[in-house]
């Protein structure tokens, strides 16, 4: 039996079992002596979980014996997964069935059952979450393990030239390649430092506006309006820095008589930034917010200007929390991969000069990636490699984060 | 009501204590919401004045309305005349925010600042450039410390946290914050409802010797906090000065029958 009708025939059988369940519980629960007794659709419940835990425990089971086949035939195993397969399933249904169904009475705790099974379902939903990012760490590890036993780390981590064209075939030319990661990185720094510098200020002053000084009415339409910037696909803050903002830059540096490129790291970076900007102000701004206005009012209370309370005691306390959602918008900006990949140079020069192309570990990874290539190359896994550091980088930034804003959240409650 | 303020005005208790504010028909809006209604009062200088009344009586509005923290609050509006020694205080020669200087205000939470103790206290003479030197601060920090009789329990501990003290030392040290600006008024919107008992009744004494120097002002939900402390009572009912009067006069002998069923326990 193929999997569909087998899905419809177990929930059929579960509805049957519900149906029966609360009818027999409706029966035995009427003539109890008990006060208080469980209501007949959790008695109903309880048949169906009865009759669908045993066949979904099965297939887990089964679906894991696939994943590492068995030495059986091939006429074999499609026997089993059949007709012997289906015919267990709607075994273990039945016996969970009848089982469940001879069990009631007034007296049975089906709520324990009932709740018990609610918590394994939030149980496993956040295992499963944890597990998948394992899962990816552990994938970056291996091929990141299986480069540096290709290239050496040294190179990589110190090295000042990156090329990584390999050659497919030993005949073609340019077959050996440099891994040096470091213009890299200087790359993804300078355009996040760029970044930085128009997103924290802007943000910032934004959040103390919003917070200090709008009006509730003003507040209400403006701060969605702002949150819409967060809202754009950065694909289009990608084209748009390509396209208008790299090229004005340009024009700009040709009208001062300044060499400017069109992808320079000055464009993608204020873009960035631009994207970057509703993530620090809204940031910011909950946690201007969180100071407790009894801390505005003993400002006040002292003669204090409304710019006084602000530079002296509202940002003074909510320093360590704006602090943690720079950090946080740093790791976003270290990450973000599409204004970079559209707006940024490919070539991997170590500069720091703002109005040059440099590129990014971001850029580079897509880079990798993208064409035919073999997966146990030195080329495709460098991918790897760069992505576990930046992995790495992105983690220790939003841990840190998150410990100064939970430390600073403590401080008021 | 004005009536009865006019009476209040003659029957003024001491005669060495002059009036220092004057307050004539403050009506107080917050929208569509009338908190205050005409309310008429004089408070003398050098004195203890407390506000009583049941919760949501207009007392702490009335008290927010002496140096314009109600400006703070968008939808507030108030009316009326408030004179600080003549001088209207609404008027347009007058900064609300130097007028805070001159009256300040401690609040129903202590709420210092998360500053060191020193900080929190040389806050106010800093932004009003109030000491020339690095000494002279310390000489005003010190003194202000002194005057709130907390020196002796943070003398070693300057520039340590100001949120690391009990509740009660927190709520001398904002009395401390408030007495280094040299007011010559303060307000005192229920100061001792977040204390323990020990707590309040060392800040009970110590407004009972700021009297000498200061004009204070307080809110307070005890009546035997405003028996024990103050010299003149105003009792405020619905947004409105039911009776004011000497604190002994008003305890004892009551004029308005809803004074004498507040004090008595009937309702509030």
Partial sequence: MSFYPLLIVLLLMSAVGYWFGSKKALNTVRKSTNFITPRPHQFGLYVVIWALVPPVILSAIWGMLQVAPLQIEAGTLRQIDQVVFPVLLLLATGAGLYFAILRINPDLRVRRTIEGLVYVILILASIISILTTVGIVLSLLFETIQFFGKVPMSEFFFGLNWSPQTALRADQVGSSGAFGSVPLFTGTLLITFIAMCVAVPLGLLSAVYMTEYASSKFRAVVKPLLEILAGIPTVVYGFFAALTVGVFFRDLGDSLGIDVVSESALAAGVVMGMMIIPFVSSLSDDIIMAVPQSLRDGSYGLGATKSETIRKVILPAALPGIVGAVLLAVSRAIGETMIVVMAAGFAANLTANPLQAVTTVTVQIVGLLVGDQEFDSAKTLAAFALALVLFIVTLCLNVIALMVVRKYREEYD | ?268
């Fill in chain 2, 1 to 268: 009501m004005p009536i009865q303020a006019e009476e209040n005005v003659e029957n003024r208790s001491n005669a060495e204590h002059g009036v220092i504010i004057s307050t004539r028909d403050v009506n107080v809006y917050y929208g569509d919401n009338h908190a205050l209604h005409g309310v008429s009062l004089d408070i003398n200088k050098h004195q203890v004045t407390s506000l009583i009344g049941p919760s949501g009586c207009g007392k702490s509005t009335y008290l927010r309305c002496l140096n314009r923290m109600n400006d703070t609050v968008d939808s507030c509006r108030v009316t009326g005349e408030i004179l600080l020694d003549g001088v209207d205080i609404y008027g347009p020669s007058v900064d609300e925010v130097l007028l805070r200087a001159r009256v300040g205000m401690v609040f129903q939470k202590p709420n210092p600042f998360p500053k060191s103790i020193y900080d929190n206290v040389a806050y106010g003479p800093r932004i009003h450039g109030l000491a020339d030197n690095k000494d002279d601060l310390d000489e005003i920090v010190l003194t202000s410390l002194e005057k709130a009789g907390l020196i002796k329990e943070v003398q070693d501990r300057l520039h340590s946290s100001g949120t690391g003290l009990s509740g009660g030392q927190q709520q001398r040290l904002c009395i401390a914050r408030a007495l280094a600006v040299r007011p010559d008024i303060i307000l005192m919107d229920e100061p001792c409802s977040a204390l323990d008992p020990i707590a309040t009744a060392k800040v009970e004494e110590l407004i009972d010797e700021l009297k000498e120097n200061y004009t204070i002002i307080i809110v307070t939900h005890s009546m035997q906090q405003a028996a024990r402390i103050s010299q003149r009572t105003a009792f405020f009912h619905l947004g409105e000065i039911v009776e004011t009067g000497d604190t002994e006069k008003l305890f004892t002998s009551p004029t308005d029958k809803r004074t004498q069923g507040y004090i008595t326990g009937r309702f509030g």
